[in-house]
Each structure stands twice: as structure tokens, then as C-alpha cells.
């Protein structure tokens, strides 16, 4: 269990056997699903007992809800500061599909326990990593619509574009590894060019 890892993932986590338990918990999800996966899994996986995960989280919906709502404010986070530097719509996206991927990549194992066991969470949790994603899924949304009414973009629904330059992006969590060819960083790079493309952007650089 690496501690440098899960500072890096969750800096802002206090204790450091809460982040432990959240990593721990990622590893243990992404094996075996959340639903198969028991505290046992996740304390042993941290090297604790199980009455030590209910000091920090009360069960282990509470842990999967922390996990996935950091996952999704930090990529909200990701969009929400490429708009606040730059005012180019196409750029926007460009680089919004750049982070965001790249994101999903470096951080695949996160991200596909974020993404993929959504729906296990409780309705209330479930209600607040929603309002999250429509968050992002709005942001996207009045970007393309501005490079629409910029004459910029040709697609002819704004709303559907939205969902599909994302949906690319948490998809490659879906199948990314180590092992993969390309890095993280390029692989964002590529899909912004993709994505510049799909939104009838031609000749991009």
C-alpha cells in the first residue's frame, strides 16, 4: 500500500488511515466489484481490522461515496480551470478533453471504480455524485453551444455532443492500463484532435 500514492490521489484526506482506506478500497472495488468486495477485503487490504474502517467511514457505501466524490469533484475541477484561463471555445474543448482523458488514464483504477460503481451507491449519495456530473456535463455542454453560435462548431445538438465528448473520455478508463502504448498526456492530446473533428472542426493542428 503505497502511502505517497494515495497523498497524491486525496491530498486533502485527513488521516493518512483514512486515505490508506480509500486506496484500499479503490484496489478491492476495481478486483471484485463493490458488491462482492467486504470491509474485511478493504481493512485487511490496508492492514487494519475492521472495526478500524468504522472509525473513519460507517460503512462501506460511506467509503465508496468518498471515493467517488473527490473522483468527480477533481475533474470537475479539471474543466472548471481550463474555462477560467482560456475563452476560446475550441480551445476549450481542446483542452478540456485533454485533461479529462488524461485524467482517466493516469488514474484509471479510480477512475473506473468512480465511473463503473456509480449506481451502488445509496440514493442520497448517488444524488450528490449526480449533481456533480451534471455539473461537468453542463460546463461542456455551453462550450459547444457557444462554438455553435460562434459559427465554430457544426453539430446540431449541443446537449448530445456534451455527453459524447465525455462519455469518450470516462470510457478510457474502461480499458486503459500500464501496459498501454500510449501515455497518458499523448493520449489526451490524440482524443482533443478527435473530438475538435467529431465537432466539425477541420484541419486542426
Do not use: C
Not at 484500499?24 to 485487511?44: K, L, N, P, S
Not at 472509525?55 to 468527480?72: D, E, M, Q
Amino acid at each position: 500500500m503505497s502511502m505517497s500514492l494515495s497523498a497524491e490521489l486525496w491530498p486533502d484526506v485527513q488521516p493518512e488511515t483514512a486515505r490508506r482506506l480509500m486506496l484500499a478500497g479503490v484496489e478491492a472495488f476495481a478486483q471484485r466489484g463493490y458488491h462482492a468486495t467486504t470491509t474485511r477485503d478493504i481493512a485487511g487490504a490496508a492492514g487494519m481490522s475492521p472495526a478500524a474502517l468504522y472509525v473513519h467511514f460507517p460503512s462501506k457505501a460511506a467509503l465508496l461515496f468518498a471515493i467517488s466524490r473527490y473522483g468527480h469533484e477533481q475533474t470537475l475541477a479539471l474543466v472548471e480551470n481550463v474555462v477560467a484561463k482560456e475563452a476560446d471555445p475550441v480551445e476549450r474543448i481542446r483542452l478540456i478533453v485533454e485533461d479529462f482523458v488524461a485524467w482517466h488514464a493516469r488514474r484509471h483504477t479510480v477512475a473506473r471504480v468512480v465511473q463503473y460503481e456509480l449506481q451502488a451507491l445509496p440514493e442520497q449519495e448517488f444524488e450528490v455524485v449526480a449533481a456533480l456530473r451534471r455539473r461537468i456535463e453542463r460546463i461542456v455542454r455551453e462550450v459547444i453551444a457557444e462554438g455553435v453560435d460562434g459559427g465554430v462548431f457544426t453539430v446540431s445538438d449541443p446537449h448530445v455532443a456534451a455527453r459524447a465528448v465525455l462519455s469518450l473520455g470516462v470510457d478510457v478508463a474502461r480499458w486503459y492500463s500500464e501496459r498501454s502504448r500510449q501515455t497518458p498526456a499523448a493520449l489526451g492530446k490524440e482524443y482533443g484532435g478527435l473530438v475538435l473533428r467529431m465537432l466539425g472542426v477541420a484541419d486542426t493542428p
